[in-house]
């Protein structure tokens, strides 16, 4: 997740790749309020993930960002289709 996190960031936030790491500071790669609300809304619309700006703001690393991510992918809503079943 974390390689998806990075590809969002750089291509969709314009941040600087080479800034960003599992360990960076997500202040210090250059996650402010701005930017915590187009990640969240990318994350929503590309991978159905819900991850409020707030929360984002509340990280401390690049690295909890990915674990977030994660932790929400897999305890995403489950599929109408598969729950009709």
Known sequence: MYEVL????VDDIQL???????AAGCAEVGLDSL????LSIVLSNRLG?????YELLELATVG???R????RRLAGP???AEAAA
């Open 35 to 38: 930017t915590a609300v187009e």
């Open 6 to 9: 990075k590809r969002i960031l």
């Open 49 to 53: 993930i819900e991850i409020h700006d």
């Open 64 to 66: 909890d960002v990915a």
């Open 68 to 71: 977030l991510m994660e932790q």
């Open 16 to 22: 600087r790749t080479e800034d960003i790491t599992p």
């Open 78 to 80: 489950v599929d109408p």
